[in-house]
């Protein structure tokens, strides 16, 4: 870290220097890893709703979505880059209204249009094979890693207003596109059955587990088949892509049997509506953040129990439905309730975490129409770039405006810890310990991150003290520590997160 960017973090902290500091001692347990996440936890989605998607009287996908998202844009293609291999999740919504122009008889291609009458408002939809070549073209330059979600309504017929829809699954489209997708030579890393179809209600719309279970068998053969006959490695196969609803899981795991399904799917929106005034708040209340333990809690349980073959993930969240809060999903705030998910959905074993999404809507990683990163960007950057994938168990003895998670260094030796401060006037003067604390010697690298201003709805992240923003090339810039000693205590302004690397502590879990 340059001079100029040390001398503005050191001024910030000169500055709230009289502000009321806590002590606490956060201790990692370094011996054991308690769970262990995929090497690539953060994933993005890309949805399909077209520009006519609205809520609350504002429209704010403009041109994001897979049909017209524009792939020239260098932004877009040096926000991926920059993580090596993101992971996208290609589905949303709509995805059960797509259809693929492929095949003998290739389906008449239609645009998504507004319909009264139509699954959340529109008509069905198409993806041409032009353009699924080129998304796979740029999401190969970019070494992307792809989930691809199928449409799971293909020839069931709805029979109750409350969207029960019966009958088997026609895996005629989905197989010829599929067929042509390994053809192509095309690399789907997981192919994921249906959105938001699971428990009593669904969304829009919803199918019965057990049907649904032999559904997934049969994908299940399809894909076996193909890429059995062509020599490919064959992807996992995920499901249902759903609000976790206890028993239909349990009977969908069940009715589909052992290693059919590689990862259950759910999608958490625990904020509520984006609408909601008292957004920004929840997402500074501790005590709210926590609610959403006990979904992943019993998620794993239930999988533990019913279906322990299978990995948890979470293939869709974006905090507040209804496409975000508007200046709150896209500004700094959010990253303390993004980050804060990473860190709790990981500590209960989920192996990916989706965030809703990478562009499009108000909850974007970028913005949505000049592509610059919103600050859950850099803070999805610097998860990706500094928590390895296993897990530790940490306990902290202070404020529960404090919260802590610890993992191995990525690619690097020694532990990385995030802390959180939910406080608005309380500093910390964090010690952190661990059976091993004797050995913690040499430096430390420290990732401050705070608002521009001071301001928790701005769109600008500050990384100690200096903004983050694009290069003159449209590069995203480097992220740069400062350098600490390890052994004193870090601190934590009001409002603020900070990654701390150990990276001279040994601990035998990171062996």
Known sequence: MGFSASFLYALFCSVISSILAEHVTVTVNAATAVAETDFNFVCATIDWWPKEKCNYGMCPWHESSLISLDLSNPILHNAIKAFKSLRIRLGGSLQDQVVYQVGKNPPKCHSFKTIKKGLFGFSQGCLTMRRWDELNHFFSKTGS?????????????????????????????????????????????????????????????????????????????????????????????????????????????????????????????????????????????????????STYRHFSTTIRNFGPWSAAWVSESGGAYNSGGKEVSNTFVNSFWYLDQ?????????????????????????????????????????????????????????????????????????????????????????????????????????????????????????LNGKPLNLNCENHIPKLLPLIAEASAPVRLVPLSIAFVRFKGLTAPACS
Not at 151 to 170: H, S
Not at 232 to 252: C, H, I, S, T
Not at 270 to 279: C, E, M, P, Q, S
Not at 427 to 454: D, I, N, W
């Open 145 to 293: 890693v792809l989930t691809f979600g199928l449409n799971a309504l293909t020839g069931r017929k709805r029979v109750t207003r409350r969207g029960l829809y019966v009958g088997n699954w026609d895996p005629t489209n989905a197989h010829d596109f599929i067929e042509y997708t390994v053809s192509k030579g095309d690399n789907i890393e997981s192919w994921e059955f249906g959105n938001e179809l699971t428990g009593d209600t669904g969304v829009a719309a919803r199918v019965n587990a057990w049907q649904y279970g032999k559904d997934l068998i049969k994908l299940k053969e399809i894909i076996s088949k193909i890429y059995h006959k062509n020599d490919k490695k064959q992807p996992k196969l995920l499901a249902p892509g759903g609000f976790y609803e206890p028993r239909w899981f349990a009977d969908m795991l069940r009715t589909s049997g052992p290693n059919v399904v590689d990862a259950v799917t759910q999608h958490i929106y625990n904020l509520g509506a984006g609408v909601d005034r008292k957004l920004i708040y929840k997402i500074q209340n501790p005590h709210y953040l926590s609610r959403i333990a």
């Open 342 to 462: 990473l860190g709790m959905a990981s500590t209960f074993g989920h192996k990916v975490f989706c965030r809703q999404s990478l562009i499009g809507g108000n909850y974007g990683l970028l913005n949505t129409t000049t592509f610059v990163p919103n600050p859950d960007y850099y803070s999805a950057l610097l998860w990706h770039k500094l928590m390895g994938p296993r897990v530790l168990k940490t306990i902290q003895n202070g404020s529960q405006f404090l919260r802590a998670y610890a993992h191995c260094s990525k690619k690097k030796p020694g532990i990385t810890v995030l802390l959180i401060n939910l406080a608005r006037k309380t500093a910390f003067e964090v010690s952190v310990a661990s059976e091993l604390s004797a050995r913690k010697r040499g430096t430390r690298e420290e990732y401050h991150l705070t608002p521009q201003g001071r301001n928790l709805r701005s769109h600008v992240m500050l």
